[in-house]
């Protein structure tokens, strides 16, 4: 335990701005969430590893706090919303009632703050500390949310040998309006405990948790943009009957290796392989189609930026298209709806279509040809 709490002491200090005493209070209480988890776990109890396991859950937490640490209190906020809000979005959905894409974004919205509390409250009681706790320094609060993310993540045992996420449990169990008592009971089976004075406190600390989870400061609308970009997209996904690649699209976002990706999913490499090639084939599609201007407009490369290219990719671009594809370039930029500038083309709706998407997958080859020649390994 020395050595642990030396290595997360000493890594703190050194990689934050924060005093002395916050330093050791967090390098004690992610000790202690070490150790307990090594003498808990059978599987670690039996690799006879104990001390190497040590490091390596230690050293995951310390990275995992200094990232949102580093990211800031309002861009870490969004940054967990956002990877919560993808892990439970498919699972938000009110039984037997036709939800708008602003519906179920309410829905989450609703959801993810009674959990932010739930996760309040099982950070006091597994660090023991006292009902009123709450984070006040950037550092506590990049702990917090480090600790949500792991929190949620967890791994319930179910029936028949399988488990699932927590927060996934959850989600579930919210979007099926059961009755409070059945969410008391997961709540049980999950956490060990609860109790109505805990309920009690937990609702007292509504104010607290969306003060410090959900700034009212207006959100960047870089994060505004890439967060309604992964909810199109799986809407988008979802839509088409693509389940299984909103399944892998939402592992992705949450940095997970790929033996992690097949393990969860329970496919080989192989399958895995084909998931993400035919993933990769409704991205395209989304992008250069069916969401073009929300997705051009993330990555600062929409039309009235001449999508993203510099003079000289522009007039690249101006060699490269035929005729009509000039003229349907100029409509456009007027400000044209599709209908009128497919019947000034004379073509088909689908057509025009067809013929914006190759214009913008042209444009997307220049753009991008440019930059891994800058920089070939940018793919990796």
């Not at 916050?22 to 003498?39: K, Q, Y």
């Not at 939800?99 to 597994?126: C, K, M, P, T, V």
């Not at 008592?181 to 009690?200: C, F, K, L, N, Y």
């Not at 600390?205 to 400061?217: A, F």
Request: negative net charge; aromatic residues 8%.
């Amino acid at each position: 335990m020395e050595a642990i709490f030396q290595l997360l002491y000493s890594e703190l200090k050194q990689s934050t701005r924060s005093s002395d005493q916050n330093c050791r209070d967090i390098a004690t209480r992610l000790t202690g969430e070490v150790t307990r988890i090594c003498s808990e776990s059978k599987r670690i109890q039996d690799s006879g590893e104990v001390e190497a396991w040590s490091t390596t859950l230690a050293r995951h937490r310390l990275k995992q706090c200094l990232e949102y640490y580093q990211l800031g209190s309002h861009r870490g906020r969004v940054e967990l919303h956002s990877t919560l809000s993808a892990v439970v979005y498919r699972y938000i959905t009110p039984p037997q009632v036709q939800s708008s894409y602003q519906a179920r974004l309410n829905l989450i919205e609703d959801f993810l703050q009674g959990f932010y509390i739930e996760s309040l409250n099982a950070f006091r009681r597994e660090n023991q500390m006292p009902p009123t706790y709450r984070p006040r320094s950037l550092l506590e609060l990049a702990e917090y949310m480090a600790f949500t993310e792991r929190y949620g993540k967890r791994r319930i045992p179910l029936p028949g040998r399988r488990n699932q996420q927590l927060i996934i449990l959850r989600a579930q169990t919210y979007s099926q309006q059961q009755p409070p008592e059945t969410m008391v009971d997961m709540e049980q089976v999950a956490e060990g405990s609860s109790s109505e004075s805990e309920h009690s406190r937990s609702m007292a600390s509504v104010p607290q948790v969306r003060e410090q989870m959900m700034s009212q400061e207006p959100e960047l609308s870089e994060d505004a943009l890439r967060n309604t970009v992964i909810t199109e997209l799986m809407q988008y996904l979802e839509e088409r009957q693509q389940q299984d690649c909103a399944n892998y699209f939402a592992l992705r976002l949450q940095d997970l290796p790929a033996n992690e990706i097949e393990a969860i999913l329970g496919l080989n490499s192989r399958q895995r392989d084909y998931l993400q090639q035919r993933f990769k084939y409704h991205l395209i599609r989304f992008a250069l189609s069916h969401h073009w201007e929300l997705v051009h407009q993330w990555l600062e490369a929409d039309l009235e930026r001449n999508f993203g290219l510099t003079p000289q990719q522009w007039k690249v671009l101006q060699n490269k298209i035929t005729a009509q594809q000039h003229e349907l370039l100029e409509l456009k930029q007027k400000g044209l709806a599709d209908a009128a500038i497919a019947k000034s083309l004379g073509c088909t709706p689908t057509q025009l279509q067809k013929q914006w998407s190759k214009l913008l997958e042209q444009a997307w080859e220049i753009r991008n040809n440019i930059v891994s020649g800058a920089g070939a390994t940018a793919d990796e």
